[in-house]
């Protein structure tokens, strides 16, 4: 009688554990107060309207207590996040525009969607082809870091030029620019923050500025990192220009001192064990620096201290 009464009491007791969502089990603090206002790429988002306000509170929750991807984020960001603000400063892009990118993948560089969207950027074929990049079955530019930062400033800033509010240009980024410019002219609403939207793209505007809010305050959301826990960005060893084609990608990188895992890690972009290059294009292939990718927790680079709480 005894034995049933200390396993009874134990099953009570997984069971009251389990009936706890796992996110109270884990996490002990609240999700972040919506803020007064937010200033995003320049223009302050104020939340003194009920919808904006439950909107934004909506993500805030979300955020908090998704803490598997929201961990994967901060981590990879401190690798990606200095690749990428060199470019968006290069071409004009305010630096917040980053976020999007945040929410479009992950930051996963080798993301990929059901609907066929790739890459850090998520393009789907079409359009990156329309934007400047090389997408076939050998060559995927969609998976280059930099040249698909580059296609996606260009689509950012000939959306600003048409609509002039970042808000509205991170919507039509979701939503199509066709989608975009009839909603304006069906509802004569010029800003995406006042029209009513599917649920995916009115979700997706609050979701870039909570990713700000996480990034430049994560103790907020919870985190605690150290240097050691978030994944360094080491530059390539050396980049290596070819204008021919190369047979075998393999041969190449053993003659290059790295295996041909470690070559396709550093260039994703190259999607097959060879290089056909019949037209004799220019491409430049990294070279990773192998030994500065040992795992050392004493000298791992931090990219925002922000994030080392």
Same mark, same amino acid.
């Not at 509010?165 to 066709?178: E, H, P, R």
């Not at 995916?200 to 150290?226: D, H, V």
């Not at 056909?276 to 292939?285: D, E, G, K, M, V």
């Given at each position: 009688?005894?034995?049933?009464?200390?396993?009874?009491?134990? @099953?009570?007791?997984? +069971?009251?554990?389990?009936?706890?969502?796992? &996110?109270?089990? @884990?996490?002990?603090?609240?999700?972040?107060?919506?803020?007064?206002?937010?200033?995003?790429?320049?223009?302050?988002?104020? =939340?003194?309207?009920?919808?904006?306000?439950?909107?934004?509170?909506?993500? !805030? +929750?979300?955020?908090?207590?998704?803490?598997?991807?929201?961990?994967?984020?901060?981590?990879?960001?401190?690798?990606?996040?200095?690749?990428?603000?060199?470019?968006?400063?290069?071409?004009?892009?305010?630096?917040?525009?980053?976020?999007?990118?945040?929410?479009?993948?992950?930051?996963?560089?080798?993301? &990929?969607?059901?609907?066929?969207?790739?890459? !850090?950027?998520? =393009?789907?074929?079409? @359009?990156?082809?329309?934007?400047?990049?090389?997408?076939?079955?050998?060559?995927?530019?969609?998976?280059?870091?930099?040249?698909?930062?580059?296609?996606?400033?260009?689509?950012?800033?000939?959306?600003?030029?048409?609509?002039?509010?970042?808000?509205?240009?991170?919507?039509?980024?979701?939503?199509?620019?066709?989608?975009?410019?009839?909603?304006?002219?069906?509802?004569?609403?010029?800003?995406?923050?006042?029209?009513?939207?599917?649920?995916?793209?009115?979700?997706?505007?609050?979701?870039?500025?909570?990713?700000?809010?996480?990034?430049?305050?994560?103790?907020?959301?919870?985190?605690?990192?150290?240097?050691?826990? !978030?994944?360094?960005?080491?530059?390539?060893?050396?980049?290596?220009? +070819?204008?021919?084609?190369?047979?075998?990608?393999?041969?190449?990188?053993?003659?290059?001192? +790295?295996?041909?895992?470690?070559?396709?890690?550093?260039?994703?972009?190259?999607?097959?064990?060879?290089?056909?290059?019949?037209?004799?294009?220019?491409?430049?292939?990294?070279?990773?620096?192998?030994? &500065?990718?040992?795992?050392?927790?004493?000298?791992?680079?931090?990219?925002?201290?922000?994030?080392?709480?």
């Amino acid at each position: 009688m005894k034995k049933n009464s200390i396993i009874a009491a134990l @099953t009570a007791g997984i +069971v009251s554990l389990f009936a706890v969502p796992l &996110a109270a089990q @884990t996490l002990q603090v609240p999700p972040p107060q919506v803020p007064a206002y937010i200033v995003f790429a320049g223009d302050t988002i104020r =939340f003194d309207r009920a919808d904006l306000r439950e909107r934004m509170d909506r993500e !805030l +929750v979300a955020f908090t207590y998704s803490h598997n991807m929201s961990t994967l984020m901060i981590k990879r960001a401190n690798r990606y996040f200095p690749q990428i603000e060199p470019v968006l400063k290069r071409m004009g892009i305010p630096d917040d525009l980053k976020y999007l990118m945040v929410i479009e993948s992950n930051v996963d560089p080798q993301a &990929a969607s059901s609907a066929g969207a790739a890459g !850090l950027w998520q =393009f789907i074929q079409s @359009t990156g082809r329309s934007y400047g990049l090389e997408v076939n079955s050998n060559i995927d530019e969609r998976y280059n870091i930099v040249k698909a930062t580059e296609a996606a400033c260009k689509y950012l800033r000939e959306a600003y030029s048409k609509y002039g509010d970042w808000m509205t240009v991170a919507a039509s980024y979701n939503g199509g620019q066709g989608g975009m410019d009839r909603r304006i002219q069906s509802q004569n609403q010029k800003h995406a923050l006042d029209q009513w939207l599917v649920e995916e793209t009115s979700r997706y505007m609050f979701r870039i500025l909570t990713a700000k809010m996480m990034f430049e305050n994560p103790r907020q959301f919870g985190f605690r990192f150290t240097p050691a826990d !978030l994944y360094p960005y080491i530059p390539p060893k050396r980049q290596v220009t +070819v204008t021919d084609p190369i047979d075998d990608l393999v041969a190449f990188a053993e003659k290059n001192g +790295v295996t041909f895992a470690d070559l396709k890690r550093a260039n994703l972009w190259l999607r097959e064990s060879k290089l056909n290059n019949a037209s004799h294009r220019t491409y430049i292939i990294d070279i990773p620096d192998t030994e &500065a990718l040992r795992y050392d927790p004493s000298g791992t680079k931090v990219h925002s201290p922000a994030w080392v709480r």
